[in-house]
């Protein structure tokens, strides 16, 4: 650690959200010039501590003292004004509003001159700060929408740093970044230390976490465990503290099956000269029954417009989508109406029925397979299976998603296609998210239903988890597949990383 001055004290920091407890009395020490990660499980009380610094939540009790000075932000703008920024986990750009409008919102002041405002001056800025991110291709005067999840969240970590904060906190945002995305983010967030300030890091990945961070905090069940030096732990040590127990660490499967060059097993989905304009250039594959397949690439290769394309919910798809027997997929009715599950990386809004409740999200589709005449006690009872199979941490199934921590909200998301019994899953950043114990449980699922005979697409960012999980690997690049790889024991994060660039 850089220096050693106390930057930021929080103490007995505690919430309760009716019966949920979610952090305990609290008490932590931040430092200039560290980068402090803070780790537990999906729903330990990492986002609602941080939320309340930052001014996203209020303050059950307790005080947040930033610098000899005590602060209770109202609200995020509040919370940017002293000295607090946030990255959070799932989008945290506004719809309606331009790039511009997004980077200076709540600081619209700083370009107004007698009542009104100087849009024009407002959209030079942004534009130099952007170009100065090495964002030139973002144009500060178009709308947020016409940019991509990816690209939403780097222009949210400049948004987060161009004023300089003293603490910026980093929610969970790597998993939702390709490669350079993330290195992208490290540089900011070294870049923050560097200054003497601090960086609040959570992230479920330990390798990650050891990595970049100076200190560790580890939060059980809202409660405060132990703080520890990166550089006294390893990754097993600190999976054990995280989740109270020794921990295996094989989480991917184990298996090499011996086919090497071509996939078997019948056709169950395939892509014939699929383009979507910006994304996808003429692609076609191939997803058969019994295998996983994994999608990766770098940011902007157009990975994730697959799943949406493969789901009939691509706008602008040209090409054919179609099962192995030939029945067209050209819209998400008949996606559903043919076993096909789709989760979604922008899992907030494009997966989840995000004012509504964990029953509802989990038994809407399953809801035409129940007869004509549902019982409440019924559907109670099936979402309640669903959740539980997913250790889904929650109140009761009649609880808001909207209530439930990030991880939490993902398990939702893959209980809802449990329940249907897809046969074909399309799945888009899995574990966006999701804790080591459950990242196990969920590994051993998918290769379960492998071995069931289901097809399985993993469009993922991390590269481990498409080593480690599936049979072949498609790597993508400016909109084409650049690169087929079969699975073997000898397959390295290299051989990936060089058919991406
Ligand atoms: N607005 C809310 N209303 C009710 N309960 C909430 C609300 N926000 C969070 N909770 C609950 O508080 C607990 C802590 O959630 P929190 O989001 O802080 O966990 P987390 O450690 O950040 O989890 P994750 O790793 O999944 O992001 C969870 O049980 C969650 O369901």
Known sequence: MAESK?????????KKFGPTHAVKEVSLDFYAGEIHALIGENGSGKSTFTNMLTGILPIGSGTFTLDGEQIAPKNQVDGNHHGVAVIVQELGTLNGLTVAENLFLGDEGRFMKYGIKNTAAMNKKAQELLDGFGLSKVRATAPIENYNFEERKII?????TWFDPKILVVDETTTALSQDGREKLFEVMRDVRAKGHCVIFISHDMAEVLEMSDRISILRDGDYITTINASDVDEDRLKTLMVGREMGDNYYRTDYPNYVTEPQGEIAIMMQNVSVPGSLDNVSLELHKGEILGIGGLSECGMHEVGKAMFGASYDREGIVQLGDGTPINDINAAINNSIAYASKDRDNESLLINDTIQDNITLP?????????????????????????STKMVGVDQYVSALSGGNKQKVVLARWLGKQSNILLLDSPTRGIDIGVKADIYQ????????????????EEIMELIGMCDRILVMKDGKINGQLFRSPELTEQDII???I
């Open 6 to 14: 106390l930057l930021l004290h929080a103490e007995k920091i505690d």
């Open 156 to 160: 949210e970590i400049l948004k987060s």
């Open 366 to 390: 399953s809801m035409r397979d129940m007869g004509l005449i549902l019982k409440q006690k019924d559907l109670k009872a099936f979402a309640k299976k669903y959740a539980d199979i997913m």
């Open 445 to 460: 699922l998918l290769a379960e239903m492998r071995n069931q005979g289901k097809a399985i697409l993993i469009i993922s």
């Open 498 to 500: 060089a058919k991406m």
